[in-house]
């Protein structure tokens, strides 16, 4: 089955450290790949996505994600986090379907 | 602003009642996706319109069902309503089905108690 795994349930880390969130997907075939991100209370928004050509693509708010196809992964990474990048993350993958099938998500908390 | 427009933003009811959640595409989308985020499932696709017709249905239960009119703007009606049907209800559009290059912008969402 097609599934999206984020292994890190909830990160804990202090402004300035660097991040690196992990996401795997479970499929050989052609993807479209996203990192959503969700503020307390908030809608989705979208932080960075990849279609195809250069794996590493970088976002906004400083955020990037290196796609490595021979790992089924789309990591997200930050070189240094900031106190208001305290959010929920979501990796979410579509498969050359009619939807996006999301990832459970990865709570981060900044501790100033 | 995503563009995407949900009413209404937060909704009370009480079990064995219905419910229609709306949504408005942004302009020019002609696909409308919904889906429920819950605290035990996380985010699951409930269903796809494009252009007023069905296109995929996710994990959307019979009690809950869907439409998209000639305007574009989509409706969600959940009835019977139990508890556990208490979540956060997005709607996201794009411009069309999903292929190379689509990607999907989400509304504020619909936060429903069932009480």
């Known amino acids: 089955a097609q599934s999206v795994s984020q292994h890190n349930h909830h990160v804990i880390l202090s402004e300035a450290a660097s991040l690196e969130l992990g996401c795997n997907y479970s499929?050989?075939?052609?993807?479209?790949l996203f990192w959503y991100v969700q503020y307390p209370g908030q809608h989705l928004q979208l932080l960075l996505k990849?279609?195809?050509?250069?794996?590493l693509v970088k976002g906004i708010k400083g955020f990037e994600a290196e796609f490595i196809k021979s790992k089924f992964s789309f990591n997200l990474r930050k070189p240094s986090v900031q106190w208001s990048d305290t959010a929920e993350y979501f990796c979410?993958?579509?498969?050359?379907?009619?939807?996006?099938?999301f990832g459970t998500g990865t709570r981060l908390t900044i501790i100033p | 602003d995503s563009g995407v427009t949900q009413t209404p933003k937060h909704l009370i009811t009480a079990t064995g009642q219905r419910v229609t959640l709306r949504c408005s595409p942004r302009?020019?989308?002609?696909?409308v996706y919904w889906y429920q985020q819950s605290l035990d499932q996380g985010l699951q696709f409930l269903i796809h319109?494009?252009?007023?017709?069905?296109?995929a249905k996710g994990n959307i239960l019979e009690r809950f069902s869907a439409q998209q009119f000639p305007d574009l703007h989509s409706e969600l009606n959940l009835s019977s309503l139990e508890l556990g049907d208490s979540a956060l209800y997005f709607c996201?559009?794009?411009?069309?089905?999903?292929?190379?290059?689509?990607?999907?912008?989400f509304g504020q969402g619909t936060r429903l108690t069932v009480v």
């Open positions: 990849y279609f195809s050509g250069d794996p």
């Open positions: 319109y494009y252009n007023g017709e069905e296109r």
């Open positions: 499929y050989g075939g052609t993807v479209n």
């Open positions: 996201a559009s794009s411009v069309a089905t999903w292929g190379p290059n689509t990607e999907a912008f």
């Open positions: 979410a993958v579509n498969f050359g379907n009619e939807k996006l099938t």
């Open positions: 302009s020019g989308d002609l696909s």
